[in-house]
């Protein structure tokens, strides 16, 4: 089976740094990725972890550990901008489809 | 511009009545799929399609059907809508290759209200 496990809503203030996490329960999966979906809007793909580390992309990190079924992204520097809802992602092995947590709702306040 | 285009953008419908919505990508992806979204519980993959004539279902196809005629063009089709297809649905498309699975460009996206 294939179970993605994130926070509901997350708040942090504008500058912070703020972590969401994943943990996920899977017989065998090949990465990690990350969404973002803006209220009203599409999911935007923000990074991809195929394997264990931290990836950066500008203000946003990504970090994947397969060995404790856990996965988080790290959004420094926070933004008003930032609030919205993020989800993590996976392909179990075999797959060929895609599948999202939940998500995290992140408000972002002043 | 690179982009995953639906339409309609939203419709409301009545129970039975056969509805197509349409989906085109213009960045030449073998990759496209079908997921809808619903409170609560995310998105949820219905069909997918790794290239043309090649379909397979995703976890939630009961009650739709696609097509993959041409490369650029994945419709879904309700063919006797019942209101629990009341969703948001997204269209998204990928290179599909490797990693590229991982990286899909979604749609913006249909509000379907069947009553």
């Known amino acids: 089976g294939q179970s993605l496990e994130q926070p509901s809503e997350v708040t942090a203030v504008e500058g912070a740094i703020v972590q969401i996490n994943c943990t996920y329960q899977?017989?065998?999966?090949?990465?990690l990725s990350w969404y973002q979906q803006h209220d009203g809007g599409a999911p935007t793909f923000l990074s991809y972890?195929?394997?264990?580390g931290l990836e950066e992309t500008g203000r946003f990190s990504s970090f994947l550990s397969r060995s404790d079924s856990y996965g988080y992204l790290l959004l420094q520097e926070l933004q008003m901008k930032d609030s919205a809802s993020y989800f993590c992602?996976?392909?179990?092995?075999?797959?060929?489809?895609?599948?999202f947590g939940s998500g995290t709702r992140l408000q972002v306040q002043p | 511009e690179a982009q995953v285009t639906q339409n309609p953008r939203y419709l409301i419908t009545v129970t039975g009545k056969k509805l197509t919505v349409t989906c085109s990508q213009n960045?030449?992806?073998?990759?496209m799929s079908w997921y809808r979204q619903d409170p609560g519980l995310g998105l949820r993959q219905i069909y997918y399609?790794?290239?043309?004539?090649?379909?397979d279902k995703g976890d939630v196809p009961e009650g739709y059907k696609v097509s993959r005629k041409e490369k650029r063009n994945f419709p879904l089709i309700l063919e006797s809508p019942s209101p629990n297809q009341t969703s948001l649905y997204f269209c998204?498309?990928?290179?599909?290759?490797?990693?590229?699975?991982?990286?899909?460009?979604f749609g913006p996206g249909t509000r379907l209200t069947v009553t």
């Open positions: 998204a498309s990928s290179s599909g290759t490797g990693g590229g699975l991982y990286e899909q460009y």
């Open positions: 899977t017989s065998g999966f090949y990465g």
């Open positions: 972890n195929a394997l264990d």
């Open positions: 992602a996976t392909l179990p092995t075999g797959r060929r489809a895609l599948t």
């Open positions: 960045m030449n992806h073998e990759y």
């Open positions: 399609s790794m290239n043309v004539e090649v379909t």
